[in-house]
């Protein structure tokens, strides 16, 4: 079976999507019953992920990535090289197709918040992905969480969707350098993540603990704009506070062994990486108490309610000193994270392919 991939996600600087595509595609690598498909990774530029070019051949389709692309310029390819069934891994799909498709829909933002996003991208991902769900065969979705959501805000069909939860990288354990109190942010920053509120909770901490430090990891695609240097200076934390706009895996590395607390408020996610990808790495999380956070960490976590930042600063002093809360929550963590594997995901998700095609 020849198997078409929309692998925008995973040139240039890979996030969330291309993290989750680039873990699905390193399990079909080694998996026999991968091997006996034949992937084609369509993208506009290089890819950032190696491949095994026995079975993923690639295809360059030179244009911006965007939504020409994708629906114009990119059927026209699919449509030479006979493919049997094709996967977007990112909320939309070629709607002009003339073979079975499955859609990976992560979460509905842009439906349950449209206030988050300007007027044309909003709607432009409303109507793509509306569209996109009527037209696969098959939907496939990270949580039970985005599953209602797609029941309730899409009328998407509850026996075309497929939970899958992805698999969670696995970053650096604890080392002995883990002596400061150091907070750590990782995911690109939109407005229902409140990094402004992060750095304001943090305030307090930096100024009764000499050693305390925090880093945000993550580009800026807030709307309305959020001036997060103008916060950081507000609060006198330019010393304190690292804003790292994208950093190398290894650096990642390096961020994730030297945190003592990871901080993710996030008031709407279709499931939240980053914190699952913390409790690996042995660094207890603090979130927003939202469903989806209750379902992907459980017990492994500090909760705190939305937009209460003495509530925020309490739980993050907690996480960073209080060694039995923080015993308790990494003693819960092996039980959350027994939800997430890479090579489950991968094998769920490929049978998935095959029962479409």
């Not at 007027?119 to 985005?146: D, N, Q, W």
């Not at 998407?156 to 002596?179: E, F, L």
Request: aromatic fraction near 8%.
């Amino acid at each position: 079976m020849r198997i078409g991939i929309d692998a925008r996600e995973i040139g240039g600087r890979v996030t969330g999507v291309g993290r989750y595509l680039g873990g699905l595609i390193r399990e079909w690598t080694g998996s026999p019953a991968a091997k006996r498909h034949e992937f084609v990774l369509y993208a506009p530029g290089d890819l950032a992920l190696a491949v095994d070019t026995r079975h993923f051949a690639t295809r360059r389709i030179n244009g911006a990535g965007g939504t020409f692309w994708e629906q114009v310029q990119l059927p026209q390819a699919i449509a030479r090289d006979h493919l049997d069934i094709w996967f977007s891994p990112a909320y939309s799909m070629p709607l002009r197709l003339r073979i079975p498709a499955v859609v990976a829909i992560h979460d509905l933002s842009f439906v349950a918040h449209p206030e988050w996003f300007r007027v044309r991208e909003g709607a432009r991902r409303r109507l793509l992905s509306r569209h996109s769900a009527e037209k696969a065969r098959a939907v496939i979705t990270i949580s039970e969480f985005s599953r209602g959501e797609l029941i309730e805000r899409l009328g998407v069909p509850a026996g075309k969707i497929h939970v899958i939860p992805p698999g969670v990288d696995r970053p650096a354990k604890m080392t002995s350098q883990r002596g400061a109190n150091r907070v750590l942010f990782v995911g690109s920053i939109f407005n229902r993540r409140h990094v402004p509120d992060l750095v304001r909770a943090f305030a307090p901490i930096a100024r009764r603990r000499d050693d305390a430090a925090l880093d945000i990891v993550g580009d800026n695609r807030s709307h309305p704009r959020e001036n997060i240097r103008r916060v950081i200076a507000a609060e006198q934390l330019e010393r304190r506070v690292r804003w790292h706009q994208y950093v190398s895996d290894a650096h990642l590395q390096e961020l994730y062994s030297t945190a003592r607390a990871f901080a993710f408020l996030s008031e709407y996610e279709g499931l939240g990486l980053p914190p699952l990808e913390a409790l690996a790495a042995g660094i207890p999380p603090v979130l927003i108490d939202t469903a989806v956070a209750r379902e992907s960490c459980r017990d492994a976590a500090l909760y705190v309610p939305a937009g209460d930042i003495p509530a925020t600063t309490r739980a993050l002093e907690t996480a960073l000193t209080d060694e039995t809360v923080r015993g308790r929550i990494l003693a819960a963590a092996p039980h959350a994270l027994a939800q997430y594997s890479w090579p489950g995901a991968a094998a769920r998700t490929l049978s998935v392919l095959e029962s479409v095609a």
